[in-house]
């Protein structure tokens, strides 16, 4: 295990289980205004960064979104056998009223929701032809368990599509913590009227976060193939693609 102890419990690597549980109680608070920050603090652009994830799916496929929280990238997928984990209890009543009500909409049948650690998902091998994280992957305790975890429930020929704070390298990731630090936590300060606003905890999940080239390494060490990474535009997020092997 790493030593976080100068670090709060955080690391490139991980999560210690103390931080962590802070953390998801911290998330939980972020409930109300969780889309309404969201947008403010990246311009406007999550919309499209959803949407640009979202177009790795195709109709008839079978999804899991690990990390769903309320459920601001589920809603949108249609014609899709959806299952949706989160650890927190809360998120999970969330995402299931907001989720199920559009599906039924839709005249679709209700997703799965599942509460669950990406490090223990209880569902069977071989599963699903996509799983997605978006803006979760920073949460998980220990990644490679995590990414281990995905690995063996996607369907061979599967991938995996991770959308999260961007940190190209050391020097974005710099750029990055500053604005994190500043315009970030006006926005959050404002809308949410608390000087202590989750945000501000929240910010440890970027400030520890690794770059592309190491968790491109990480994701390879599992048993990736075709791992690729990008910043999307304007550099705020990056995604990972990494597919499983046939």
């Known amino acids: 295990m790493s030593d976080r102890s100068s670090t709060g419990g955080f690391d490139a690597s991980g999560i210690d289980e103390d931080a962590w549980t802070e953390l998801e109680r911290q998330l939980e608070?972020?409930?109300?205004?969780?889309?309404?920050?969201?947008?403010?603090?990246?311009?406007?652009?999550?919309?499209?960064?959803?949407?640009?994830?979202?177009?790795?799916?195709k109709s008839g496929m079978k999804i899991l979104e690990v990390g769903c929280g309320p459920g601001s990238f589920s809603v949108d997928l249609i014609g899709m056998d959806l299952?949706?984990?989160?650890?927190?209890?809360?998120?999970?009543?969330?995402?299931?009223?907001?989720?199920?009500?559009?599906?039924?909409?839709?005249?679709?049948?209700?997703?799965?929701?599942?509460?669950?650690?990406?490090?223990?998902?209880?569902?069977?091998?071989?599963?699903?032809?996509?799983?997605?994280?978006?803006?979760?992957?920073?949460?998980?305790?220990?990644?490679?368990?995590?990414?281990?975890?995905?690995?063996?429930?996607?369907?061979?020929?599967?991938?995996?599509?991770?959308?999260?704070?961007?940190?190209?390298?050391?020097?974005?990731?710099?750029?990055?913590?500053?604005?994190?630090?500043?315009?970030?936590?006006?926005?959050?300060?404002?809308v949410t009227k608390d000087p202590k606003h989750p945000w501000k905890w929240l910010a440890r999940t970027y400030t520890h976060y690794g770059t592309h080239s190491y968790y491109k390494s990480m994701m390879k060490e599992v048993g990736f193939t075709e791992v690729k990474a990008r910043l999307l535009f304007p550099g705020m997020s990056s995604r990972f693609k990494a597919q499983k092997p046939e």
């Open 83 to 190: 299952t949706c984990l989160d650890p927190s209890t809360e998120m999970l009543k969330v995402c299931r009223k907001r989720v199920d009500a559009i599906r039924t909409e839709r005249a679709e049948t209700p997703a799965v929701y599942v509460e669950a650690v990406a490090e223990e998902i209880p569902l069977p091998d071989n599963t699903f032809d996509r799983v997605f994280c978006l803006f979760s992957f920073r949460d998980f305790k220990d990644k490679r368990t995590g990414l281990s975890e995905i690995f063996r429930v996607l369907k061979p020929g599967g991938q995996l599509v991770i959308c999260d704070a961007g940190k190209a390298n050391w020097l974005h990731g710099l750029f990055g913590r500053i604005y994190m630090a500043t315009f970030v936590q006006l926005v959050a300060r404002i």
């Open 29 to 57: 608070a972020t409930i109300p205004v969780y889309d309404r920050v969201n947008r403010i603090m990246t311009l406007g652009f999550d919309k499209s960064m959803r949407k640009h994830v979202r177009n790795h799916a």
